[in-house]
């Protein structure tokens, strides 16, 4: 399981999501909001839409701020108008990072995420810059308490995932992005309980980080990113051993 994939386990783990739930919510209800006015309101036809609204289900949003959600994306009701926006960049120890948001003011977004990045001791990059570094997958975390390694990679293999691989806590299933849905189907369809799923980028390569110091730096900088109103997110090509990422988790727990 590649670094990144590694401490977003850890994050879940720690509850981080829950205790910033309304943060959450407000991200994943503009998502809900531009997948509904660019692909329309009905999940059925949406994928875009049918995932969003997923995503908001799994984290426990009431039923009624979806349907609001929709209906704003769909002009049903009125909202604010969101973009889409991209950034690429670079961590410290050359580590490749790609920045995704959604925004009503690109020039506000633009200097917020130039600000954490020049503040976190990275850098900004050109588009293309490092996009080539990653590719697109579907990406499940289950518990490994909670699942058979048997049943699960029966499921996996029989869904057309691409790959099974875990860490101490965590099972994580990858597959291509058009089998997102048949994978998820196929899992539920054996009790599998997914703590999390959805689509990402991630790295072809990685960059191992074996000093603690780059390493504390590099979470900082994906941390105040994520951190953002107008990120929905973040993903990074860092691979930080165990050891140093637990350090790094006992010191966020304590603060």
């Not at 990858?174 to 539920?188: G, H, I, Y």
């Amino acid at each position: 399981m590649s670094g990144h994939s590694k401490w977003s386990s850890i994050k879940h783990k720690k509850g981080a999501a829950d205790a910033k739930r309304g943060k959450l919510f407000t991200k994943l209800i503009r998502e809900i909001t531009v997948a509904s006015r660019d692909g329309g309101g009905n999940p059925d036809a949406n994928p875009t839409l049918r995932l969003a609204i997923q995503k908001a289900r799994d984290s426990n949003m009431p039923a009624d701020n979806i349907e609001r959600a929709v209906k704003k994306g769909t002009g049903e009701l009125e909202g604010v108008s969101y973009e889409n926006v991209s950034f690429e960049g670079y961590a410290p120890g050359g580590v490749a990072v790609i920045v995704e948001g959604l925004t009503d003011n690109r020039n506000r977004t633009t200097s917020e995420v130039r600000n954490i990045f020049s503040k976190r001791g990275g850098n900004m990059a050109g588009a293309g810059s490092v996009a080539f570094q990653f590719e697109k997958k579907g990406i499940f975390l289950v518990k490994k308490e909670e699942a058979d390694e048997e049943t699960l990679m029966s499921a996996a293999v029989d869904a057309g995932a691409d790959d099974l691989s875990s860490d101490e806590d965590f099972f994580q299933i990858t597959c291509r992005p058009q089998d997102f849905d048949r994978v998820r189907s196929e899992l539920l369809g054996k009790d599998v309980k997914i703590r999390s799923g959805g689509l990402s980028m991630v790295p072809k390569n990685t960059v191992k980080i074996e000093d603690e110091r780059t390493a504390e730096k590099i979470i900082a900088l994906v941390e105040e990113l994520e951190d953002n109103d107008d990120i929905q997110n973040v993903y990074s090509n860092f691979d930080i051993p165990d050891d140093i990422l637990k350090k790094i988790e006992d010191e966020d727990i304590r603060h």
